[in-house]
């Protein structure tokens, strides 16, 4: 597990979360805005080892449809939620999306890390 | 003398509690039955002077005079009057047969004592007054004719009879006096009643018509209208009154009228004898508009039942409550947005501090970053509480230490070491002042507890307590660690840990208490 995707609409949040990433030795494959880039994303390649996806982002999908589309299209790589709000809705939403998990905001470089560790090793 | 006579009458018990409209007719009726009744004792002293018997029998039904007024006043029914008629009449056919026709003079009587009883019915005065002159004719006739016109015997002494047939002639003709008095009066006072009357009903039919709400008269059960006013036929758009008649209200629904409703209508209608509602009506151009409709029923004298229906056009009323409740759910986004632009804020310092930490090689100074990174999570848990319940005032403090807690043991934990979190919490709102102290000082303890109360064990046990004493909320903090450095615990504000918790508590206006037993335990406490 190297490289990974970053779904984040919000530049600063983008930025620290990839620094946090490059600096536990991971590779950011790509920071993406929008469900469209994630789509054309993964029309031209699939090498991501995990993706880290923002629930909210601005467009017409959020994270959370974006993540139903790719499973659709039969991208089942494993996507940690990153969101600002635990809400029942949002979580049991998470919850029915195969192979992801969640974080809650702002996250922290060690939650990250035990998040990944964990991830790798289930 | 008068004066304290009339005060006396006017106050006495039977005359009291009479209408003071009726006063003066009672009155009166009192005075003719006592009057009837003297006269009536005379009359058969002079004229039965030797006839004992006569005189009981004659007196015990002269003493139904004073009766009179009594039934007048009183409630009874006329079926009851008509009967105590039929007596008297009885009464003077007996007489009459039993003094022969020496006595036949008694049947001039009858009018009299119909006079004080029916008297009191005003519609029947007049007739009263017509018998009373034709009986006033007769004994007229009978003092100038020697009785011959009615046919009545010659009595034997003719002086004795001629006082005692000029008693019932007095008497019959103060009552006819009283008679045309009374018919007078009442010829007055039901024309000035009519004419009131019919003012009335010109005013009731003019506010009736010139309401600035839709006025209705429908029938009680099926509601059927029967009646409507100007602005009913304005407000649904409708040609003419009559347009309304025979129609139905609920024909001018907007939705269908579903049986809740009509369950509604039915209890309230049992219970309160009225309704209120608020519906949505079209008019007959198609106008849409909510109506508010009071139904209210009520009897007529003649115990019929109507319904008085009002409907008041409330669209302007309902388009401001629209209006308020939009404005509130705008204020409830606009707030949900702040509080998670907020949160959001906080993990973009949170995450600036990170990036900060970076760059620093030493990991003592590194988890000082870490610790402000934590302090900064702990508060953004609130703003995402705050969001999350939508009341934007009050935090469930319960729920907010749990997310804290897990917050903290993804944090802290590590294969080494087993440290359990456990929470004893009611339900408790907490508000936003006190929310973030409460939030940072839990956040406080528990990471000391942890960083520091289980050097050397491979597991301890954390207990955070909140709840309510009386009129304070206590915060209880406790593990089963090494406990505080008793150098420490001199000087409170050694470490920034401890600086904030006190710092903390002292913004709280709270007192806080440190105890070493069997590790640490911190008991805050403040005022609700």
Redesign the interface.
């Known amino acids: 597990m190297k490289n990974i995707l970053l779904v984040e609409d919000e530049a600063i949040v983008a930025m620290i979360t990839g620094k946090m990433l490059e600096y536990m030795g991971y590779n950011v494959a790509a920071i993406l805005k929008s469900s469209d880039e994630v789509i054309s994303f993964f029309e031209d390649t699939n090498t991501v080892d995990l993706i880290l996806m923002d629930v909210k982002l601005k467009g017409n999908s959020d994270g959370i449809e974006t993540t139903q589309k790719l499973r659709t299209k039969g991208i089942d790589t494993h996507v940690i939620f990153i969101t600002g709000n635990s809400d029942v809705k949002t979580m049991e939403e998470i919850y029915k999306i195969p192979n992801s998990s969640f974080l809650i905001k702002p996250v922290m470089e060690i939650e990250l890390k035990k998040k990944i560790e964990f991830i790798k090793n289930s | 003398m008068l004066q304290k006579i009339v005060k006396y009458i006017f106050t006495h018990p039977l005359v009291k509690n009479i209408p003071d409209s009726e006063k003066g007719r009672v009155i009166l009726l009192y005075f003719s039955s006592i009057l009837g009744f003297l006269a009536t004792v005379g009359a058969v002293f002079i004229l039965m002077p030797n006839d004992t018997t006569g005189q009981i029998i004659q007196l015990s039904f002269s003493s139904l005079y004073l009766f009179f007024p009594f039934l007048a006043i009183s409630k009874y029914s006329g079926k009851i009057k008509i009967a105590f008629f039929l007596i008297v009449c009885i009464h003077h056919f007996i007489l009459a047969n039993y003094f022969g026709e020496a006595a036949g003079y008694q049947y001039i009587y009858l009018p009299l004592y119909i006079c004080p009883f029916i008297l009191f019915d005003t519609k029947d005065v007049l007739i009263i007054t017509g018998l009373l002159s034709f009986n006033f004719l007769c004994l007229f006739t009978l003092d100038f004719t020697d009785y011959s016109l009615i046919n009545f015997g010659k009595p034997e002494e003719e002086s004795v009879m001629k006082i005692a047939t000029s008693l019932p002639f007095i008497i019959n003709f103060c009552a006819l006096l009283f008679a045309i008095a009374f018919s007078l009066i009442n010829f007055l006072s039901d024309k000035s009643f009519l004419e009131k009357t019919q003012t009335l009903e010109i005013e009731f039919e003019e506010v009736f018509n010139n309401s600035n709400d839709a006025l209705f008269i429908t029938e009680p059960y099926n509601s059927r209208i029967l009646k409507c006013n100007k602005r009913a036929v304005e407000l649904f758009a409708l040609q003419s009154e009559q347009d309304f008649i025979d129609n139905f209200g609920i024909n001018f629904h907007k939705l269908p009228y579903t049986n809740e409703i009509d369950k509604l209508f039915l209890d309230s209608m049992e219970k309160y004898n009225q309704f209120d509602y608020e519906f949505e009506y079209i008019s007959a151009d198609k106008r849409e508009w909510w109506g508010n409709i009071a139904i209210k029923r009520y009897n007529t004298q003649k115990k019929e039942s109507f319904n008085l229906v009002r409907i008041t056009d409330i669209s302007k009323i309902k388009k401001a409550e629209n209006d308020l409740k939009k404005l509130l759910t705008d204020k409830d986004v606009l707030l949900a947005e702040i509080h ?1 632009r907020v ?2 804020n ?7 501090v ?2 900060q930490s ?1 760059k620093i090689e030493d990991e003592t100074l590194r988890s000082h970053f ?1 610790d402000t ?2 302090r ?2 702990s508060m ?2 609130v703003h ?1 509480k705050l ?2 319940t939508q009341s934007f005032e009050a935090v469930n403090f319960k729920e907010y230490l749990k ?1 804290l807690v897990t ?1 903290l043991e ?2 802290f ?1 590590s294969a080494d070491t087993k440290i359990g979190i456990e929470i004893q919490c009611d339900d408790i709102s907490l508000k936003m002042d006190y929310a973030i102290p409460c939030a940072l000082i839990v956040n406080e303890l528990i990471s000391n507890a942890i960083k520091h109360a289980f050097k050397n064990k491979n597991n301890g046990h954390i207990v955070v307590d909140f709840f309510i004493d009386s009129n304070n909320y206590v915060l209880k903090v406790q593990d089963n660690g090494l406990g505080i450095d008793k150098d420490i615990l001199k000087q409170k504000t050694n470490t920034l840990g401890l600086s904030l918790i006190s710092n903390l508590v002292s913004q709280l206006n709270g007192n806080i208490d440190i105890v070493n037993d069997n590790g640490s335990l911190f008991l805050i406490s403040f005022a609700k």
């Open positions: 998670h949160k959001n906080m993990a973009i310092i949170s995450g600036l990170y990036l970076l870490i990174q934590n900064i999570k953004a848990i995402e969001y999350k997310d917050n993804n944090l934990s």
